[in-house]
């Protein structure tokens, strides 16, 4: 699973770890976050997420 970058902040989504004090499971892909979900750390949404090279 691809790792995805918030072009704001720099924060990492990382697919093993998840997001979970967000509630979000280690093994969630980036497509299958909720689509309310944000960046932990500034807030933004999924569209300002690129993957990661």
């Known amino acids: ?5 918030c072009e704001t ?3 990492e989504y990382d697919p093993e770890v998840g997001d979970p004090d967000n509630g979000i499971a ?3 892909a980036f497509e299958d976050l909720p ?3 944000v960046c932990p750390l500034c ?3 999924k569209d300002e997420f690129k993957p990661a090279e």
């Open 9 to 11: 902040c720099g924060y």
């Open 35 to 37: 689509a309310d979900w």
């Open 43 to 45: 807030g933004v949404g």
């Open 1 to 5: 699973m691809k790792k995805y970058i």
């Open 26 to 28: 280690p093994g969630t």
